[in-house]
């Protein structure tokens, strides 16, 4: 067996391992495929950036794989398709105004006559429910006021005697 020499093991022990390079060359090439994974994800809202001018079609040139915009869309939708009902919202409306706003939301809507205390106009939302979120179809209450409420002629509560002056004497009383 020929002797070792001693400068040959110190080189092999300075060297890289040779596995190393394969290492490192997989791990930039992961690198690489992740950088391009992440750049060619687009969310649903952004137009598409690749092709060339000529390819690239805009909402204008009826581009069948567009979907036509929403014809109104509801400030109060939830990302789960519930509607937001805000009681704020319908309270003092007219009934027909609230029950079509409700219905554009996708909902039912059922009436209710509740008493006028006398200082509501007729058919004007005094509450709403349920409220809060609900979902498209259910059934949406509308209490709304009915015809004001009035003192009824032989209604004797007041103050007065009958006789119209109010100051509970007769006429001869002077």
Do not use: H, I, N, R
């Given at each position: 067996v020929p002797p070792r020499d001693p400068d040959d093991d110190r080189r092999r022990r300075r060297g890289l391992p040779p596995w190393l390079p394969w290492v490192l060359a997989a791990?930039?090439?992961l690198l690489a495929l992740g950088a391009v994974a992440l750049l060619s994800q687009q969310s649903p809202d952004q137009p598409?950036?690749?092709g060339t001018p000529s390819q690239q079609s805009t909402p204008d040139q009826g581009n069948?794989?567009?979907p036509p915009p929403k014809k109104k869309p509801s400030?109060?939708?939830t990302p789960d398709d519930r509607v937001e009902v805000r009681r704020s919202d319908y309270v003092g409306r007219p009934k027909d105004e609230a029950e079509s706003d409700l219905k554009d939301l996708g909902l039912d809507v059922e009436e209710q006559e509740v008493p006028n205390p006398g200082d509501?106009?007729?058919d004007i939302?005094?509450?709403v429910s349920p409220t809060g979120r609900v979902e498209p179809g259910s059934t949406i209450t509308l209490?709304?006021?009915g015809d004001p409420e009035k003192a009824s002629p032989t209604d004797n509560s007041g103050p007065g005697n009958g006789n119209g002056n109010g100051n509970g004497q007769g006429k001869g009383d002077d």
């Open positions: 791990v930039a090439l598409s950036t690749g069948p794989t567009t400030p109060s939708a509501q106009e007729k939302v005094a509450d209490s709304v006021f």
